[in-house]
């Protein structure tokens, strides 16, 4: 049996370095080639980490790729990940993995043919934060949940983003880009959804972009930017959900869960690391001392300092579970239940109406601090 599955990228944009940078942190996978309909961009990274540059055509006719990742604006996501089982390869997305439940189910059914696996971004959830939330909350410490909150709020993606257009198009928009980290979190660790209601609104009709090099220019904006939603889950907890991109500041914590005997401050699912704080009955909320987890350690320096960022890692897991006859953590079950979710809460968003989710998933398996430490490739 091979150690290693080789990879290869479709879509060399913004996302891909972080790819081709954190792959080679764990076991299981190596990344071998990069493939854009711009093949300037293909080569530009190429060169930059060592890859070779590759047509979309040649990328899914090589023999030494075993998984494709789709890095493709999420509009071809579907299109693309279905050319991608239909030549055979596992196949890797970015979220939102599909934009509708039918697409999900056409995926799901032509990997089921060919014996192939799906996985989907986000990968963050494995981040040692939130598996510390999770054996907290498998632990009992806080006891059930019975609700929470969650608050993903900004002004958008033209201040920073070379090309934001996408961002502002149906497909795009808070619930769809940043709604995947929030509630595939709250999935693995209260599950599955049951139904859901929302209130939706466009306050801007247009964006102006001020990232270079397009500064100055208009877009249209033709998808909802604020959205407050209800989540009702099937274990009877209710979570409401505030996205927008309309906010300049504010001063909510990302996630909140209330149990019957207490409170857990989960920090930003859009990252690994972070703090987490937790309160029982009767005690002042503190936060909780360090935890050895290897996803939580602090491995890449940005902004605001180190952090952690292990991007990838629901990649190396699938590879590892395709190696080990085991199913892997980012599943389609749970990538296509998130996109339920989300779907749903846009059609309610439209209609003024609760929507019932049509699929449902189990919680992915958990990774303990040890299993976390052996996905890393040793160094040399």
């Not at 599955?5 to 954190?22: E, K, P, R, T």
């Amino acid at each position: 049996m091979a150690k290693k599955l080789g990879v290869g990228v479709i879509g060399c944009g913004n996302i891909s370095a972080a790819y081709f940078m954190l792959a080679p942190l764990f076991k299981g996978i190596e990344m071998r080639a990069g493939a854009d309909l711009d093949m300037k961009m293909a080569q530009a990274r190429a060169k930059e980490f060592g890859v070779r540059a590759s047509s979309v055509a040649d990328l899914l006719a090589s023999d030494d790729i075993d998984i494709v990742v789709n890095l493709t604006i999420p509009a071809a996501h579907y299109e693309v990940s279905k050319a991608i089982l239909d030549a055979g390869k596992h196949v890797y997305s970015e979220k939102p993995f599909v934009l509708s439940v039918r697409e999900g189910q056409d995926l799901k059914k032509r990997a089921d043919r060919k014996g192939l696996r799906v996985g989907s971004a986000p990968d963050t959830f494995l981040g040692g934060a939130h598996q510390r939330v999770r054996s907290l909350i498998d632990d009992g410490k806080v006891g059930r949940v019975t609700s929470g909150t969650c608050y993903v709020m900004s002004h958008g993606m033209e201040h920073w983003h070379p090309n934001p257009d996408f961002f502002f198009q149906p497909g795009g928009g808070p619930i769809l880009d940043i709604g995947p980290y929030y509630i595939t979190n709250l999935v693995q660790l209260i599950g599955p959804v049951k139904r859901v209601a929302a209130l939706a609104a466009t306050p801007a009709s247009e964006r102006t972009i001020t990232s270079k090099p397009r500064f100055g220019e208009k877009i249209k904006v033709t998808t909802p930017t604020t959205i407050h939603a209800l989540m009702e889950f099937e274990n009877g907890a209710t979570v409401t959900f505030n996205a927008s991109w309309d906010v300049w500041k504010h001063g909510h914590a990302p996630i909140e869960l209330y149990g019957e005997e207490g409170t857990i401050f989960v920090p930003d699912p859009n990252f690994f690391g972070g703090d987490v704080m937790m309160t029982n009955r009767t005690d002042a909320v503190k936060k909780l001392p360090k935890w050895e987890h290897a996803f939580a350690v602090p491995n890449q320096q940005h902004a605001q300092g180190m952090m952690a960022n292990y991007r990838a890692s629901g990649l190396a897991d699938m590879a590892l579970g395709i190696l080990e006859g085991r199913p892997h953590r980012c599943s389609l079950e749970l990538s296509l239940h998130v996109i339920d979710v989300m779907t749903g809460i846009l059609r309610s968003g439209e209609t003024g109406r609760f929507v019932a989710m049509r699929t449902t998933c189990e919680r992915p398996e958990a990774l303990s601090p040890a299993q976390a430490k052996a996905m890393l490739a040793r160094k040399k």
